[in-house]
Nanobody
């Protein structure tokens, strides 16, 4: 059974930082592009960042460019999202997703194959 498990969420104040992790098991992590999505209450799920299978190409939503950094560690089968200078509008449930065909720059969540259960990030102002 495929497992994708996020961790690292929490409650922080505006301007602070958090690092999210996503550990994958039972599928070939290196063969999948990995992405972070988020969903705030009452809003649609939106793409945040994606990293290619090899890790050499990254994509970011305009709202997080310059503040968030995505990375992956193949030895640990783990995806990361370093978030700095957090804002109240970053408050959301953050999800990790995997896609065998590479990053979808349309940010369509329907194109992704595997999903985690999410980790909550709350930023107080």
């Amino acid at each position: 059974q495929v497992q994708v498990v996020e961790s690292g969420g929490g409650l922080v104040q505006a301007g602070e930082s958090l690092r999210l992790s996503c550990t994958a098991s039972t599928f070939d992590f290196r063969s999948y592009a990995m992405a972070w999505f988020r969903q705030a209450p009452g809003k649609e799920r939106e793409g945040v960042s994606c990293i290619s299978k090899s890790g050499d190409i990254t994509y970011y939503a305009d709202s997080v460019k310059g503040r968030f950094t995505i990375s992956r560690d193949h030895a640990k089968n783990t995806l990361y999202l370093q978030m700095t200078n957090l804002k109240s509008e970053d408050t959301a449930m953050y999800f990790c997703a995997a896609r065998v065909f590479g990053c979808s720059t349309s940010w369509s969540s329907g194109y992704y194959d595997y999903w985690g259960q999410g980790t909550q990030v709350t930023v107080s102002s």
